[in-house]
């Protein structure tokens, strides 16, 4: 407790410090990392050369950003520094974490300059996931306070930023991505609410903070709706997004060039951003590392000195894995207890309603994993197999079952006669098998394919949309369960028994009716005549 202590101390110290720091590395009329800090009359800075000094008049004045960039800088500007000023009155955990959603912001920010110079890649590429590194790592930190601060009076205060943080994901989905901006809200207020709740007899500054932070949500709901109604779009002119990347993340090279003209007429690229290696040494910092100002600072520019990477916690101690109460719940029993009245409030928060479920990652912003295939044991594990170009075979014997998960467009053989097999989270998977000895356990795998060539006693499908199964003349005794399920079609070899007849085709009941008959429900299925 005395080493955590201690690490909020050094970190408040340094945040001051580097809020000293603004007067006497920026201008008030300058640009901060790219925002625009410029009165709103229109006003524009003087072009400088390479050196710093006033440009020469043949000079060509930095490129405006686009509408898009500026809608962004306004917002980050206003609700979010708003908030993170409120945060800072609250003080402690708050404002570190306040300053980690800054930085978050201005991850997707930074994404969003990339956006508009490259071109789109693949959503599966390892470019894409280099592109949204910056957004996923800021937003984890934003989470890992709150972990690691669960015995915290004002661990509501942290729930509720960090279950509201995943709002920033929007950019990753291709349709409506106002939708997720309304659930990530629904998912904060669960918190925030409650805050309000208890603070509202209390102190008031922690209902205005709340409130503060819905705000981004409204602010931001606006701004997709203006510039991304239908999802994130790219420049289809623009360069690589390799190029892009590294003129975002090394302006250096491009500070001294004027801007290309477009010949479509276009407006051109966003400037890239600037950096203060040259900027003069600061202030010295004031006794036991606290600041007597009380003037309004830049946050901005507070934000651009701790945006730049390890060189800002470089002489912080590393926690061994070991020594990480989240990740070791023994250790908690040894930590400090909370006080009677925290236990009291989280317990009873508990207790009145579950927690609201985390929403899983959009596939684009998922790690892909390799291809899995190996015989643990007596199991078959089939994992992460993409668009195979082959048929995947397996010899399988009566002892083992065999487990396919997180597979699609992929067409699978198993040989032999098999225990059982189950298909989980897989897409367009074809299953050809001989025989079964218990049942094959399909969940949650649209556009299913199945043929039985020898007997199957069980077929067992939960939450299944679209599946096609091809039965032999040997398993028509197969027994068929279904929940939550559509359009499964079922296809029987020809009475005949000809094996060069067609197929027929039945399709399995979706509609149920259910009446009340003499005190008991009675379901039955819905016949359509025609």
């Not at 110079?117 to 693949?122: E, G, I, L, N, R």
């Not at 003069?280 to 590392?289: D, H, L, R, Y």
């Not at 070899?493 to 009941?509: F, H, K, N, Q, W």
Request: hydrophobic fraction near 35%; proline fraction near 9%; glycine fraction near 6%.
């Amino acid at each position: 407790m005395n080493n955590l202590t201690t690490l909020i101390k050094r970190l408040e110290a340094a945040t001051s410090r580097l809020e000293d720091m603004v007067p006497a590395m920026s201008d008030p009329t300058a640009s901060t990392n790219g925002m625009s800090s410029l009165p709103e009359s229109g006003l524009t800075a003087p072009a400088v050369d390479a050196r710093g000094g006033p440009g020469t008049p043949d000079q060509q004045p930095m490129a405006p950003l686009p509408p898009a960039i500026d809608d962004f800088d306004a917002l980050i500007n206003g609700d979010v520094k708003t908030f993170v000023n409120m945060s800072e009155e609250i003080g402690g955990l708050v404002a570190e974490q306040s300053a980690a959603v800054l930085r978050a912001f201005a991850a997707e920010r930074k994404f969003l300059i990339v956006t508009t110079k490259a071109k789109k890649p693949d959503i599966q590429s390892p470019v894409y996931m280099e592109i949204l590194k910056d957004l996923q790592s800021t937003m984890g930190v934003v989470n890992d306070i709150r972990e690691a601060n669960r015995a915290s009076p004002l661990f509501k205060h942290l729930t509720t930023v960090s279950e509201g943080i995943n709002v920033l994901t929007w950019v990753a989905y291709e349709t409506k991505p106002v939708d997720i901006i309304t659930e990530m809200l629904s998912s904060a207020q669960f918190w925030g609410n409650r805050v309000i709740q208890d603070y509202k007899e209390k102190d008031q500054t922690h209902v205005q903070w709340v409130q503060a932070f819905y705000r981004i949500f409204k602010s931001l709901t606006g701004y997709v709706k203006q510039h991304y109604p239908s999802g994130l779009t790219w420049n289809p002119n623009g360069i690589d997004p390799l190029q892009a990347i590294e003129e975002v993340n090394n302006p250096d090279q491009s500070t001294n060039q004027p801007p290309p003209q477009s010949s479509a007429g276009g407006p051109p690229p966003p400037p890239p951003l600037p950096n203060f290696k040259d900027a003069p040494p600061p202030p010295p910092m004031p006794p036991n590392g606290v600041s007597t100002s009380r003037n309004p600072v830049d946050m901005g520019a507070v934000f651009d000195e701790i945006s730049k990477g390890e060189a800002v916690t470089s002489k912080l101690r590393k926690v061994d894995p070991s020594s990480q109460t989240h990740k070791n719940p023994s250790l908690r029993a040894g930590s400090a207890v909370p006080s009677d009245s925290v236990r009291s409030d989280s317990s009873s928060s508990r207790g009145k309603s579950p927690l609201p479920g985390t929403k899983p990652k959009p596939e684009s912003m998922r790690t892909k994993k390799p291809p899995k295939k190996e015989l643990d044991g007596n199991k078959w594990l089939i994992e992460n197999y993409d668009s195979h170009s082959e048929m995947l075979e397996i010899h399988a014997q009566i002892s083992h079952s065999i487990l396919i998960s997180r597979c699609s467009r992929t067409a699978i053989r198993v040989v032999g006669k098999a225990n059982a097999i189950s298909l989980d989270n897989c897409t367009q998977v074809s299953l050809v098998i001989d025989s079964l000895v218990s049942a094959v356990d399909v969940i949650k795998c649209p556009k299913f394919e199945l043929q039985v060539l020898g007997t199957l006693p069980t077929i067992m499908l939960d939450q299944v949309d679209g599946a096609t199964i091809y039965l032999g003349s040997e398993s028509l005794g197969t027994e068929v369960f279904t929940s939550k399920c559509t359009a499964i079609n079922l296809n029987l070899p020809p009475d005949d028994g000809i094996d060069e007849g067609d197929y027929v085709e039945r399709a399995l009941p979706e509609q149920i009716k259910s009446v009340i008959r003499n005190g008991q429900v009675v379901s039955e299925i819905v016949e359509h005549a025609g």
